[in-house]
């Protein structure tokens, strides 16, 4: 079952409530640690929570989750991170800093049969939402929970609130204290419910994707074109230069960011997200650099990110390019962008791309842009490579302004409405132009 971490922080705290959090980070940072010393030397597990509770006055749900933090630690282990130990030992913390950044974690892992998490449970009060901790005060049992307030970012309270407070489904609950006193950082990790039987949420209704948004991958950028009814909506590029020379941590940073601008208009467009297959790995060149180019494309890592973030799906681009090349000069839009536009006309019209492909028609549509196009305004012709560059802003997309007209062109003969696709793409066409890094 798939699960969501979502990003919160305590934002209010008492200073009593805040002395008895800091005593249940230190019994659990202990309980921690001799439940994986008790590990190494072969205790059972059963005998471990056992000896937890009774050496930590923990309760047995706080033992139970100490002992499984640790239960996939390998061998030799330093609790706080050796960066800390050396810092101690450098005396550069105190040991009173360096036993309270050791004790600065605290998991409880949430139940469906209880109803949520037992342990720290998230409420809500007068528009407030608060984390009620079980703390472990045995003097005084009627004191025993705090209620700290926490802030939950509003995108994810509009989508899955619903699951943090129906009071049936689990979720686990990790807190971890910031260095210097900076305060306390909540994750909330809830299991999503199988597509198609989520609780009905009181938000408008997204309409069905009509439309197909495809990628065209290459070094270094990815462009798309956004198509309906063998009719172009836009097309445009996303920058990302950096991926080709980046290390793998920052790569996956720069994919992620290139996902999520890829589902932002994906989402403007109501579109659904294909990206072609690519095997760079038979690609074979004379010149060293360009195998080095191409073989850095991370297509197979962005297409894992894309199917996660927008549900995209992998089809065939076989034959895109070639087409892209023939539709270049026709339209005044590089190679790249025409092949993207290909590539969804054969998502779309897969007869009508075979036909556009192998037939002769396409070398009658005259060349350039002409001068008295769409709504009769002059525009510079456009030549292979060059790209609409007047921009504006509108919804966050950033994209040419387009009325829509007439080009003045007549149909072709025996092209069966497949005209009206190379005249979307040269006419009145919004061009996005995205950067990302």
Same mark, same amino acid.
């Given at each position: 079952m798939p699960k969501l971490t979502i990003p919160a922080a305590i934002t209010k705290i008492n200073p009593k409530d805040q002395a008895q959090l800091e005593d249940l980070f230190r019994q659990f940072g202990n309980a921690r640690r001799r439940a994986y010393t008790l590990k190494q030397h072969g205790v059972p597990k059963a005998e471990i929570e056992r000896l937890l509770q009774e050496q930590t006055g923990l309760n047995s749900? &706080?033992?139970?989750?100490?002992?499984?933090? @640790?239960?996939?630690?390998?061998?030799?282990?330093?609790? =706080? %991170?050796? #960066?800390? !130990? *050396?810092?101690?030992? !450098? %005396? #550069?913390?105190?040991?009173?800093? &360096?036993?309270? *950044?050791?004790?600065?974690? @605290? @998991?409880?892992? =949430?139940?469906?049969?209880?109803? =949520?998490?037992?342990?720290? *449970? @998230?409420t809500k009060e007068e528009n407030k939402f608060t984390l009620r901790i079980n703390t472990p005060t045995t003097d005084q049992p009627s004191e025993r929970y705090i209620y700290p307030e926490i802030f939950i970012p509003e995108k994810y309270l509009k989508r899955y609130q619903h699951l943090l407070l129906n009071g049936k489904s689990p979720y686990t609950i990790t807190l971890k204290r910031r260095d210097e006193d900076q305060g306390y950082d909540v994750r909330i990790t809830v299991e999503l419910p199988p597509a198609g039987k989520e609780e009905a949420v009181e938000q408008s209704p997204k309409p069905k994707p009509e439309r197909v948004m495809t990628l065209d991958v290459n070094a270094g950028h990815v462009d798309f074109a956004v198509a309906e009814n063998n009719r172009v909506l836009a097309v445009g590029r996303i920058n990302c230069h950096e991926v080709q020379y980046a290390s793998t941590s920052k790569t996956n940073n720069l994919l992620h960011k290139t996902a999520s601008k890829v589902r932002n208009i994906a989402e403007h467009y109501c579109a659904r997200v294909v990206y072609g297959r690519l095997f760079t790995h038979r690609f074979r060149s004379k010149h060293n650099r360009a195998n080095r180019k191409v073989k850095r494309i991370p297509h197979r890592k962005l297409g894992f990110i894309l199917e996660a973030k927008c549900g995209a799906v992998e089809r065939s681009e076989a034959y895109t390019t070639k087409l892209g090349e023939k539709l270049s000069p026709k339209v005044g839009l590089d190679v790249h962008k025409c092949a993207a536009a290909a590539f969804a006309l054969k998502v779309l019209d897969y007869e009508g791309f075979k036909t556009l492909s192998s037939s002769s028609l396409l070398d009658e549509i005259p060349h350039g842009v002409a001068s008295n196009e769409g709504v009769g305004s002059l525009r510079r012709r456009l030549s292979v490579g060059s790209g609409l560059t007047a921009l504006h802003q509108d919804q966050g997309l950033v994209h040419d302004e387009a009325a829509l007209g007439s080009g003045g062109y007549s149909e072709i003969p025996g092209i069966r409405g497949l005209y009206s696709f190379v005249e979307s793409l040269r006419t009145n066409l919004p061009c996005l132009h995205v950067k990302i890094c």
């Open positions: 749900r &706080y033992a139970k989750d100490a002992h499984h933090s @640790i239960e996939s630690l390998p061998p030799h282990v330093t609790f =706080g %991170g050796l #960066k800390l !130990q *050396r810092l101690r030992e !450098q %005396g #550069k913390i105190t040991a009173e800093e &360096y036993k309270k *950044r050791r004790n600065s974690l @605290i @998991i409880s892992r =949430g139940d469906k049969t209880k109803k =949520g998490n037992l342990n720290t *449970r @998230i």
